[in-house]
Nanobody, 124 residues
Framework: QGQLIESGGGLVQAGGSLRLSCTAPGVSFSAYAMGWIRQAPGKEREVVASINNGKTYYSESVKGRFTISSDNAKSILYLQMNNLKPEDTAGYYC???????????????????WGQGTQVTVSS
């Protein structure tokens, strides 16, 4: 497994959109769940979205606004973020499931490998 590299973060006004990407060389998306985890200053890391062979999970805070998807052939993970809110401001990290063919992908403990993150800042 190579280094996970996130991109696509930036500064956006409330109501705007961003699309995050994560390249995950060497990771088999058919064997491992993939997720987006965010951490804001002073807050715990939160799994905002994850995907495992087409099955998706979204936290209540982003449901209906964020969409996770993947290009399994290229091992690229995406997060489309619409209607962004100031409370979405955080570092966003791409993560790989802890277990091969894991059965849970909604908690921080379900993920074991992380990228360096990309910052998303939403202004009001």
């Amino acid at each position: 497994q190579g280094q996970l590299i996130e991109s696509g973060g930036g500064l956006v006004q409330a109501g705007g959109s961003l699309r995050l990407s994560c390249t995950a060389p060497g990771v088999s998306f058919s064997a491992y769940a993939m997720g987006w985890i965010r951490q804001a200053p002073g807050k715990e890391r939160e799994v905002v979205a994850s995907i495992n062979n087409g099955k998706t999970y979204y936290s209540e805070s982003v449901k209906g606004r964020f969409t996770i998807s993947s290009d399994n052939a290229k091992s690229i993970l995406y997060l489309q973020m619409n209607n962004l809110k100031p409370e979405d401001t955080a570092g966003y990290y791409c993560a790989v499931g802890r277990y091969r063919y894991g059965t849970s992908w909604s908690s921080r403990g379900d993920f074991a490998a992380w990228g360096q993150g990309t910052q998303v800042t939403v202004s009001s």
